[in-house]
Every structure is written in structure tokens, then in C-alpha cells.
Nanobody, 124 residues
């Protein structure tokens, strides 16, 4: 059974940084495309970033591009989201996602497994 466990959320001032981690278990991590989504209060869950199985390809939502960096460490079965230059509008619950088949896009239905989420709050 696949489990994804996020950590690293918290409260930070605007302009600050946080690094989220997602530890995966239950299946061969290196075979998974990994992603991060976020959901603000009253809004739908939206795509933030994704990284390919090899780690050689990444993609970002326009709203985070240039500020967020996704990376993976297959030896630790962990994917990271480094978030710099945080803004109040980045406040959301951040979810880790994984899929072991196909080439997922930005739709939540493309992704197979989800973590429980970690809260990120950015104060102005």
C-alpha cells in the first residue's frame, strides 16, 4: 500500500522560505512521477509542480515558476518542494501526489496517490 507523508509546512512571513518534504513508501519510488498540488480555502486543488521519474524533467504552474523548485532523492524515497519568495497568496494546504503510469498533467484526476497535506501560511 502506497503511503505519502508530507512535512515541513508552517507559518512564515512574506518573502520567506520553506522546504516541504514528502516521504513515499509501499512501492518502488524511482518508478513514480511525483508532484505537488495546493488548495487554498474555498478554492479547488491546483497543480504546483511535478518531477519526472528520472528527475530530468520538471514542470511548474505559472504562479510559482521561478520561486519554487521541485527535486527528488530516490535514495531517501523523498520529493521536496523548495519555496522561496513566499507570498500571502501561497497560503494553502500543500499535497504530495504520485503516479506510476502514464505522463500526468495538471489535473488531479491524472494522479494516483495523495498525501494528507501540510499547511503553509504566509503572513503579510
Amino acid at each position: 500500500q502506497v503511503q505519502l507523508v508530507e512535512s515541513g509546512g508552517g507559518l512564515v512571513q512574506a518573502g520567506g522560505s520553506l522546504r516541504l518534504s514528502c516521504a513515499a513508501s509501499g512501492r518502488t519510488f524511482s518508478g513514480a512521477t511525483m508532484g505537488w498540488f495546493r488548495q487554498a480555502p474555498g478554492k479547488e486543488r491546483e497543480f504546483a509542480a511535478a518531477i519526472s521519474r528520472s528527475g530530468g524533467s520538471t514542470s511548474y504552474a505559472g504562479s510559482v515558476k521561478g520561486r519554487f523548485t521541485i527535486s527528488r532523492d530516490d535514495a531517501k524515497n523523498t520529493v521536496y518542494l523548495q519555496m522561496n519568495g513566499l507570498k500571502p497568496e501561497d497560503t494553502a494546504v500543500y499535497y504530495c501526489a504520485a503516479v506510476w503510469w502514464g505522463s500526468p498533467g495538471s489535473q488531479t484526476s491524472d494522479w494516483q496517490y495523495w498525501g494528507q497535506g501540510t499547511q503553509v501560511t504566509v503572513s503579510s
